[in-house]
């Protein structure tokens, strides 16, 4: 089948991230240069998120099978994860659950809340008081 086309009046990145807000008369963008980087730097934003996101997915499912200490994969998602997952830990004790540690659960639900607040913040029209 033939590629899709993008609705008329979007671009391509449009469908796929986010909607970005547009201004001014039918059919232009009125995206000048400053406003595409902040939507470029709220993109990456996003990005790494979501990438950081996984990352603690992966170190929560690798807990489940013990992995080696020593392995340097392992080693870098515990140093990448484990400044965020602390404080949590000890504000949700897996002693009191049990051993069930919820700060991985926790830390995700914190993220995708910033990840949203970012682009809502971002994409909404200002509006008057």
């Known amino acids: 089948p033939p590629p899709r086309r993008p609705a008329a ?4 990145c449009e469908t796929v991230c986010f909607r970005v807000p547009t201004s001014g008369p039918a059919g232009s963008s009125g995206m000048g240069f400053a406003r595409g980087f902040g939507f470029s730097l ?15 997915v992966i170190r929560a499912l690798l ?3 013990g992995p080696d200490p020593y392995n ?6 515990h140093q990448l994860t484990e400044p965020l997952l602390a404080p949590l830990r000890r504000l949700v004790s897996p002693r009191r659950l049990g051993g069930l540690d919820l700060s ?3 830390l995700i ?3 995708q809340f910033v990840r949203y607040g970012l ?3 971002v994409t909404q029209p200002t509006r008057p008081f």
């Open 9 to 12: 009046g979007r671009r391509p």
């Open 42 to 56: 709220l993109q990456l934003v996003v990005g790494l998120l979501d990438l950081y996101t996984w990352v603690v």
């Open 63 to 65: 807990s489940w099978v």
């Open 72 to 77: 340097p994969i392992v080693r870098l998602l």
């Open 104 to 106: 991985p659960l926790l």
């Open 109 to 111: 639900l914190i993220i």
């Open 119 to 121: 682009i809502y913040a």
